[in-house]
């Protein structure tokens, strides 16, 4: 058993708001994050599968398959996008990097399970200071 | 005489979109920068100064200095908000990152003119791959 | 559940010096980090916690609250400071990176708890090279 | 308890190729990575051990001991080395990043032991897009 | 007038050696890079060029046609290929960073003469501890 | 001609501290960088030089040869040492960065200048925010 991580990275605009508070309550929540007119990052996300070695090939999952189905799935419907408006797996959802995380997981995961793997962490940076993990539970 | 660089961040949506343009030019010449519905960056800022060395203090120019005329008449206007939008000195700018580096090369050459040093370089990074460097001509 | 880090930063000085050993020994173990007049590091902090996710905000922890605690517990007294001298939490205490991440955990533990959140993991890196974590137990 | 990482890098060559198959299929599973001529890579490495927190030493485990360690027995093995061809612990082994990582772990594990703490992870970076993790079992 | 620069990357094989030297001379000079079996390399590839902002677009060079260029003749060529028998332009050239950033130049210097915009400099690091870049004379 | 960079890298503590001045004005002038008990930083050091490229070796110089002369005259007397107290280049002198640089230059430049190449640059990171560039005038 062995675990293996592809990075992807996407560019979104995104801003967090609660439409159910004041504007004050919004403003003392969330500051400089609920700007009206949105803001912005570049994500860097790692998806973590394991999974056994196969003797054939060496590898445990094809990171060109793991790769493929992260982009079709997740990175094409995410980058230069707005997190809040565009992606129809955020719809209804706040796009704190918790949430984008566990949409994300959500996601991947019948696809990964596809892979003869099993899908172990998505990991999200919004900043270099910023990341959470998501392990599906 | 020796050159001293400050580096700070900002995080921001913007959209790369000429109105004199139909959509469908937008859509060749942006691809998908030109998103109507935004998307953002953490962008980072390197500002390079040079100067002599004082020899009292060792120092051609006090980075804390640099580094508060930086966030308050840069990062601050320009974190977590929208480039098009929201930043004075950007008004009617397309914010392609050559734009905004030589829009913030403007802002703080007349504050850095007071430090007793000379502003040399704005380099700008939109992304890890991609960066502007303005030597104000 | 999902797991939220943060990183902070604080330069210091220290050295690693057993007063009961003679200087062969000291050096003999040690090395060059025992040179009594001190060296020092840009010490990258990364404090993992981990929590429920709140409908209301999207937040597991809100940043802003954890970033403010880890400055005024651990940073704002780590950072450009003598971490055998200066530190009131780490008096007599040898100052490897395993006795800095636990100490800053100790001291970190009953403020994290106030957050509706648990502290999971202190993750303390001395160099690009060499990091220590530890988990509480 | 605590953990504590060692980071040390090699530079070697390598490809994947497996002489059981036509080359039609190992083109389609290895793609570029089966180029008969080889390509390279900067592998970084990490290795984690686990141990208690020594009281004279403030050490867990001596980070000059461990380095010499996995210098002696692997780093000065595969720097500058083709994983193919050069090195004695990979004969007859795919080296794949699983399979490099796996047999790292192999040859460190008697080694570490001999050092009052736990081998806890061998990570293994083959770009700064992808890595794996071998945990022993 | 403005210099914009995009990173590309490729990773390779290749050796350091000379056919008309001693192996001893080889040895001494090239150490461990004259590794008959090859060794390798994850390389970084920073091309700048300068240019005018256009006023309706903001850009000096769309980055889009200056990172197809670089793909098409140099990272394409290069990447998973063994630099001292697989790549055209590299026959007879001995390998070295200088070496290859100078080739590099030389391909790509028509192509970018055909955006309107000038070639100013190939940086290509090795190692995150060995770079080069070349001006062109 | 090109320019070939070398990075190497040092650990040491110091202070910024003016004998001449009342405490209140050093701490006016270098706040924190004051404290009398020391502080620290992990230093990168990249030095440039320029050459023309031999067409035996495809070098413009033995990075070998270079590494040895910077380890040798600067990083085996600045690492893990008192910048202010145990460094015979650097008596008398402001530990700035600045004045560090300058005073690195100084001791590199006979011995590059044996190398049949000219030093470039001297640039020097304090921390990942904040580097200076020496270029001999």
């Known amino acids: 058993m062995i675990h293996i991580t592809r990075r992807e990275h996407f560019n979104a605009a995104h801003k967090l708001h609660n439409a159910n508070w004041s504007e004050e309550k919004n403003n003392e929540i969330f500051g400089k994050c609920s ?27 094809n990171l060109k398959d793991l790769s493929l189905i ?48 099993k899908l172990h962490c998505v990991k999200l940076f919004e900043t270099e200071n910023n990341y959470v993990e998501y392990f599906g539970e």
Chains 1, 2, 3, 4, 5, 6 share one sequence.
Do not use: Q
């Open 35 to 61: 700007n009206p007119n949105w803001h912005g990052h570049n994500y860097l996300l790692y998806v973590t599968v394991k999974g056994n070695v196969n003797s054939d090939t060496g590898y445990s999952v």
């Open 70 to 117: 992260i982009r079709k799935h997740i990175t094409d419907k995410l980058d230069h996008k707005n997190l809040n408006l565009d992606v129809d797996f955020m719809k209804g959802i706040m796009p704190s990097t918790e949430n984008v995380a566990i949409a994300i997981w959500k996601e991947l995961l019948p696809h990964v399970n596809n892979l003869d793997c």
